[in-house]
């Protein structure tokens, strides 16, 4: 059985640092593109960024770039997602996907229109 599981989440204030972790199971996912989506209630799921299998390349959104980092352990199976300078609007609820072969993205943004798995998310929460 395959899963996906995100970790730490949390409640900071604006300005704060988060680490968040996807680890797998059940599968290998060195060759599969993973990254991170991020939604918050009345908006639309957004890419917040990915990583290709080797972490050779690496996408974010506009809104997270030179805030946030992406990378992968494939040696652990996890990913992360390093959130500095956090902002009210980051926050949201974050899942993790995997996306297999590559990155698909559009507009320079990932979007993973063939995710194969997804984790059960990890809350944020920011305060000002």
């Known amino acids: 059985q395959v899963q996906l599981v995100e970790s730490g989440g949390g409640s900071v204030q604006a300005g704060g640092s988060l680490r968040l972790s996807c680890a797998a199971s059940?599968?290998?996912?060195?060759?599969?593109?993973m990254g991170w989506f991020r939604q918050s209630p009345g908006k639309a799921r957004e890419g917040v960024a990915a990583?290709?299998?080797?972490?050779?390349?690496?996408y974010y959104a506009d809104s997270v770039k030179g805030r946030f980092t992406i990378s992968r352990d494939n040696a652990k199976n996890t990913l992360y997602l390093q959130m500095n300078s956090l902002k009210p609007e980051d926050a949201a609820m974050y899942f993790c996907?995997?996306?297999?072969?590559?990155?698909?993205?559009?507009?320079?943004?990932?979007?993973?229109?063939?995710?194969?798995?997804w984790g059960q998310g990890t809350q944020v929460t920011v305060s000002s």
């Open positions: 996907a995997a996306e297999p072969v590559g990155c698909t993205t559009r507009n320079g943004n990932w979007y993973a229109p063939a995710a194969r798995y």
């Open positions: 990583i290709f299998t080797g972490g050779s390349s690496t």
């Open positions: 059940g599968y290998t996912f060195s060759s599969d593109c």
